[in-house]
């Protein structure tokens, strides 16, 4: 009767200690944590390019943190050519960069810094 209760009670313990364990909440997408608190709402780069919140930009319109990003890494290079956009509604500007068939954006704040990334294959026609 005693090995039994013991039995149970170790068995009530670890239940209550899984039940308790918290899970990491971050995930890392291209070596950028994501996390709930962090990421934009559902739209992203994916945003419908006729939304009148949708801007095009010139390179000269970019802020200025966003332009020393651009060129203190090989990883843009070439961005005064790319695609330049505004999203009214995140305050997100993105750099969307067409290779081949690929299309990747990378979605910046005001302060310069990265805070989405998106690829996507061109559909063929």
């Known amino acids: 009767m ?11 313990v670890c239940m209550l ?9 971050i995930v890392y997408v291209h070596g950028l944590p994501i ?4 990421t934009l709402p559902s739209g992203g780069a994916e ?8 801007v095009t930009l010139s390179p000269e ?16 290079k070439k961005w005064e050519t790319a695609r330049i956009v ?4 995140t305050d ?14 990378y979605g910046f704040n005001k302060a310069g810094n990265v805070v989405s990334i998106d690829e996507k294959t061109k559909k063929e026609e």
């Not at 200690?17 to 909440?25: E, F, R, W």
């Not at 319109?61 to 843009?76: C, G």
């Open 2 to 12: 005693k090995i039994q209760t013991t039995i149970l009670t170790a068995c009530c």
């Open 86 to 89: 505004l999203d009214k509604n």
């Open 35 to 38: 996390t709930g608190q962090d």
């Open 92 to 105: 997100i500007y993105w750099i969307h960069f067409s290779t081949g068939n690929t299309i990747r954006s």
């Open 17 to 25: 200690h899984i039940a308790n364990a918290q899970t990491d909440s």
């Open 61 to 76: 319109q970019l802020p200025t943190e966003i332009v020393k990003s651009l060129n203190e890494d090989e990883l843009y």
């Open 47 to 54: 945003t419908d390019i006729t939304n009148k919140n949708i």
